[in-house]
């Protein structure tokens, strides 16, 4: 895409701008599940007065000024805007343990009658078959529904622990449900609550245009532009729970700096010379800089990574009108580097995922946390993650465990929980020439060649590896083998080797030097007096007829530097533990 900037010019006299939009909450209605919540929950006497809607503020403001540094010579144009938010957006999709759950109690539903009701018979419920809590309090299930405390939950372990102190410690940091929005009821619950999200942006553009000549023939224009943003209003950004810091913060500092020298030759020639230099920085701030061990509700841990992209863009156009042709010839240079740092696959991490053990869940399964291998009554088939998933987390068993390794160059491991840093670059280069031929007065042709070459991305620090044979060839030697009756058992191992301009190899894939991209265009005006066409286009050049074709070659290259900026085979490596028996599985012994 091809995006034009316009930007106003100051003049002989001195014109600004003062400008404010303000939006609040006082003219906003309630959520939905939010409004349900707060009167579900509320203890006033007059439950409207817990009818309080999301937060919401929005201000808009900014001033502009121009005019003349030195009349009819020298000018300047300034401009600022500013937004504030402060807003609330309700989050209803959130699960956290139940009551019951963080005492230690398990509930669940036992199988079904055949005709799809609740089995009473087997499962009356009620206080004969309350379970007790760590806290010695007890719970009372429902008909239909079986509870599990920490006596039963000990006798079923194969290690006899029961409920984990040090996961049931973390639940208790958590809210306590407010709703049954999400979640099975009875061991996750809903919460529901007005989560506060705030954005800052600031903005800033100047622009300097000087006549060199008094007849303005001779011009030299400066451009600049700076945009600092910081929000956690983007999507899942949000603090997951009140009290807690965002999930992560979009943070923007973008650059911008165009020069332009335009100079009127001669009457018939006409050059335009524009540098431009263009710095996108962004960033995700994340929420934690340490491992993670995750359970099977709602939780969420988001990692830093950033990057900068500066530009730089030289580009000269020049025309020459000769005759019935404008000829124009032209092109640019493109200088992009892309330095980043990603902590997205720097820690260890683990989880409580019921599947990842020998009987890829419990219930049902001939498993001793099944509750119908030790004389409780089976749990229905429909309830079967929920009770798999809760098991797990109030074991605290961590069934699955990843470590991460990262090397450098020289291909030592790097610090545990340190950043991956990459700094990718590409180059552009593209000449065109171009004829605009007036054939007739209502005829125009227009007949242009652009060369496009574009260097394949490569890692700036010699941190790039590529597969030997390549992937391309890999393939193309499986098709002919499997053709052949070979299987792949049979196929050489794919090596890893440095590759890339920094390591004095070939790169990624090889140089394009065939990209030409020819263009034809044409501009008709029919001028017919007479007949249908005058009748359907009209006379005197009313109607244009337009037609092109051409070629245009893309840009392939950011794809692979955001896969690889932070997880690039060769250099980054995970692994996984085993699936292990239930009394070797770790538990967790501390939050």
């Not at 020298?74 to 759950?101: I, K, Q």
């Not at 020069?259 to 018939?268: D, K």
């Not at 797990?392 to 465990?401: I, N, S």
């Amino acid at each position: 895409a091809q995006v034009a900037l316009v930007t106003k010019s100051g003049s002989n006299n001195f014109h600004g701008s003062v400008y404010e939009y303000l939006r609040n909450t006082y003219t906003s209605a309630n959520d939905y599940f939010n409004k349900l919540t707060e009167l579900q929950n509320c203890t006033l006497p007059n439950p409207n007065g817990c009818n309080t809607p999301p937060k919401l503020i929005r201000n808009i403001f900014g001033a502009s000024i121009g005019g003349p540094i030195k009349k009819g010579r020298l000018f300047l144009f300034m401009n600022y805007e500013g937004t504030r938010r402060a807003e609330e957006t309700v989050r209803s999709g959130e699960e956290v343990p139940s009551l019951a759950m963080r005492d230690g109690v398990l509930q669940y539903l036992c199988t079904l009658n055949s005709d799809g009701s609740l089995n009473t018979v087997q499962c009356p419920g009620g206080s004969s078959f309350a379970a007790q809590g760590v806290s010695g309090q007890t719970y009372n299930p429902a008909p239909g529904y079986i509870a599990l405390g920490v006596q039963q939950l000990q006798q079923m372990d194969p290690t006899h622990a029961g409920p984990d102190a040090a996961a049931m410690a973390y639940f208790k940091t958590l809210p306590a449900p407010n709703s049954n929005i999400t979640g099975d009821g009875l061991n996750y619950q809903g919460f529901v609550f007005a989560s506060p999200t705030h954005e800052t942006q600031n903005v800033y553009i100047a622009r300097s245009d000087y006549n060199i000549t008094q007849d303005g023939k001779q011009r030299l224009s400066v451009m600049g532009a700076t945009r600092d943003d910081s929000s956690d209003a983007c999507g899942g950004c949000q603090p997951y729970f009140p009290g807690q810091p965002p999930q992560g913060q979009t943070v923007y500092h973008n650059k911008g700096l165009v020069a332009a020298y335009s100079a009127v030759i001669r009457p018939n020639l006409m050059s335009n010379f524009h540098y431009g230099f263009v710095r996108e920085s962004f960033g995700t701030i994340g929420n934690s800089y340490q491992p993670w061990i995750t359970f099977n509700f709602s939780q969420s841990v988001t990692r830093t990574q950033n990057f900068q992209r500066p530009i730089h863009n030289f580009s000269e156009d020049l025309s020459w009108i000769h005759g019935k042709h404008t000829l124009q010839f032209g092109g640019y240079l493109l200088f992009m580097r892309n330095p980043r740092s990603n902590f997205t696959s720097s820690f260890d991490s683990g989880n409580t995922n019921s599947s990842f053990t020998t009987t890829s869940g419990f219930a049902d399964k001939n498993s001793p946390l099944n509750p119908a291998s030790n004389g409780y009554p089976g749990v229905d088939p429909s309830f079967a993650v929920s009770y798999d998933y809760p098991i797990t987390d109030l074991l605290g068993m961590v069934t699955q465990a990843t470590t991460v390794f990262n090397y450098n160059r020289q291909l030592q491991l790097l610090p545990p929980n340190s950043a991956v840093s990459r700094r990718y670059a590409q180059n552009s280069f593209e000449p065109y020439v171009q004829d605009i031929w007036k054939v007739s007065p209502n005829l125009t042709l227009t007949l242009g060649l652009r060369y496009s070459l574009f260097s394949p991305v490569w890692e700036t620090n010699g941190l790039q590896v590529c597969p030997s044979p390549s992937l391309g060839q890999w393939f193309s030697g499986r098709a002919r083998e499997g053709a052949g009756g070979v299987p792949s058992s049979q196929d050489p191992l794919l090596q890893i080797d440095w590759c890339g301009p920094a390591n004095g190899k070939k790169g990624y894939w090889n140089w394009d030097y065939g990209n030409l991209g020819p263009r034809v265009a044409f501009a008709w005006a029919p001028n017919k007096s007479e007949g249908f066409l005058r009748k359907l286009l009209g006379s005197s050049n009313k109607s244009s007829i337009r037609g092109g074709f051409g070629i245009v070659y893309d840009r392939f290259g950011q794809g692979v530097v955001d896969e690889f900026s932070g997880n690039s085979f060769g250099l980054t490596t995970s692994l996984s533990n085993p699936i292990l028996p239930l009394d070797s599985l770790p538990r967790l012994t501390s939050v």
